[in-house]
């Protein structure tokens, strides 16, 4: 299928917005599948609440990630612990098990907005440290895996479990 140039504003975006753990988070699908076959772009706007985020700490074995905060105060969790972030700042992440990442909100007061820019070749391998498991992005499938019999891969990633560690 032929994609063809797209251009709308970000006020055109539906968004989708989620509650989990009485943090609010709201995601808005920019470019997709439907627009592009090797990107996604998405803006999100994490609610007020230190911790609060749209995704686990994790990383990838092919897809690259880049991230501009737009507005707002956040960390980022890596390997090496929590490093600040602030408006205006693009953090690269590449694919491999150095460039873990988690962005997190690191006010209760105010909203941490931020775009990310994601790959999304396929297949893809995401890890996710914390739960010694995670995903194949396969072409039609997601399929969840376990390096440890005994974690319950049901929950990778628990999604009442999206609150920043570390």
């Known amino acids: 299928m032929n994609k063809f140039m797209t251009f709308k504003t970000i006020d055109q975006v539906?968004?989708?917005?989620?509650?989990?753990?009485?943090?609010?988070?709201?995601?808005?699908?920019v470019v997709f599948g439907e627009t592009a076959d090797q990107n996604n772009v998405n803006f999100f706007k994490l609610g007020p609440g230190i911790g609060n985020t749209a995704n686990v700490y994790h990383y990838h074995a092919i897809s690259e990630e880049v991230f501009y905060i737009i507005s707002g105060n956040g960390y980022m969790r890596t390997p090496e612990g929590n490093r600040d972030v602030v408006a205006g700042e693009i953090i690269v992440c590449p694919a491999h098990a150095e460039s873990a990442h988690q962005l997190c909100n690191n006010s209760d007061t105010e909203e941490l907005i931020y775009m990310n820019v994601a790959m999304s070749i396929k297949p893809d391998i995401m890890f996710i440290p914390d739960e010694n498991g995670g995903f194949v992005f396969a072409k039609d499938e997601i399929i969840t895996w376990s390096r440890n019999d005994k974690v319950d891969t049901s929950n990778i990633p628990a999604a009442n479990n999206l609150v920043c560690k570390g």
Not at 14 to 29: A, D, I, R, S
Request: glycine letters at 12%; hydrophobic letters at 25%.
């Open 14 to 29: 539906e968004g989708k917005v989620t509650n989990v753990n009485g943090m609010k988070q709201e995601k808005k699908m």
